[in-house]
């Protein structure tokens, strides 16, 4: 059985992005793996450095997942910080990355170019993930597009560590889907929360509808032939649209007749019908945190005691076995 691993950050909303990059295709993948889900509450911090927002969005980020049909019973899903072996990996790991192999990291140098001041702790970003992976020993680890340099870099760093002490990890492969690989956002960019771009997906009615509207069309006049292939909404349609739905908006793209506002009441009409029921659990499950807490706690020492082989193993490699 294949070991699957990802995880995601309990930072801001999670918008369809995040849901189409990674949540539905470890859904997807639940029923037939050794699924591992977790929340990166570490990671998290290179960007949130508030006590209550780590902890409140911590939880809801367990909860939008257990909202979307994870089950605990059928997975390992817990949160990175109550494993705190992935940090003394993460130092293993530490000693052969070289700096140039993080200085190339796109992901670290788009923030330092945003002005995000540059901390230690968002240059090792990677190393960390890389031991949230490793640690586990997955076959695969479904992401979107923007991680793909991080799980190279994961597999460089395995390499690196299994040539200077010997075999330990198995490099991982990225699993990373031709359509859902970059979902565009409000304005054809990368849907991101830093780009103010998103459509959350538990946002309430009203909220949705609004970000639906926002969203940038050019100004053809309705009667005339448009190109969907350059169409961010005719994208965003593609990923919630019955297929015979979407060739007959194909049709009216090519052949006109596409009216933006019209088809953007249907995109909403969509996505809600889509998320509601998940929005409803998501209220419920919230209501009784402490159910949640459990979850997770029972989540992470299973976690402990598969991770706890792996390090114990990385431990005697490098000689810590004195
Ligand atoms: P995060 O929280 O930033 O993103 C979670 C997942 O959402 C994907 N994603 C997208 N996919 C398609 N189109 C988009 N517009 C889009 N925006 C976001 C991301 O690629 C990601 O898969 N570093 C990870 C968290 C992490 C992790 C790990 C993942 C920490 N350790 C180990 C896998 C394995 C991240 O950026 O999460």
Redesign the pocket.
């Known amino acids: 059985m294949q070991r699957i691993?990802?995880?995601?950050?309990p930072?801001g909303q999670l918008?369809i992005?995040?849901y189409?990059?990674?949540?539905e295709p470890m859904l997807r993948h639940m029923a037939s793996s050794e699924l591992y889900v977790?929340i990166?509450n570490l990671?998290a911090m290179t960007s949130v450095q508030d006590k209550e927002r780590l902890a409140q969005g911590t939880l809801e980020a367990a909860a939008n997942f257990l909202a979307l049909g994870l089950d605990p019973e059928r997975c390992i899903f817990w949160v990175?910080s109550d494993v705190p072996e992935v940090c003394e990996l993460a130092w293993l790991l530490s000693v052969v990355t070289p700096m140039g192999l993080l200085e190339r990291c796109h992901?670290y140098k788009d923030k330092v170019a945003k002005k995000i001041p540059a901390s230690h702790g968002l240059f090792a970003?990677p190393v960390?993930?890389a031991a949230?992976?490793l640690l586990y020993q997955p076959h695969l680890?479904?992401?979107?597009?923007?991680?793909k340099q991080?799980?190279e870099v994961?597999r460089d760093i395995a390499g690196s560590f299994n040539s200077t002490f010997g075999e330990t990890f198995m490099l991982p492969d990225g699993e990373i889907n031709a359509s859902?690989?970059?979902?565009?956002?409000l304005d054809g960019q990368?849907?991101?929360k830093s780009y103010d771009n998103t459509i959350p997906i538990f946002a309430d009615e009203k909220t949705l509808r609004k970000r639906v509207m926002l969203i940038q069309t050019d100004a053809t006049p309705v009667a005339e032939p448009k190109n969907p292939d350059t169409c961010n909404l005719y994208a965003l349609l593609k990923l919630f649209a019955a297929p015979e739905r979407l060739q007959e908006i194909h049709d009216l793209y090519m052949h006109g007749g596409a009216a933006y506002g019209y088809l953007k009441q249907e995109l909403f009409e969509l996505i809600n019908a889509r998320f509601a029921p998940a929005r409803e659990r998501k209220k419920e499950l919230l209501a009784n945190p402490e159910h949640i807490r459990d979850l997770l706690r029972q989540g992470a020492e299973k976690a402990r005691e598969k991770g706890a082989r792996t390090l114990a193993l990385a431990r005697e490699r490098v000689g810590q076995g004195y």
């Open positions: 691993l990802s995880g995601i950050q930072s918008h992005g995040n189409f990059g990674m949540m977790f990166a990671h990175q992901s970003y960390l993930m949230d992976i680890v479904p992401v979107g597009r923007d991680q991080h799980i994961a859902t690989a970059i979902v565009p956002g990368k849907m991101s």
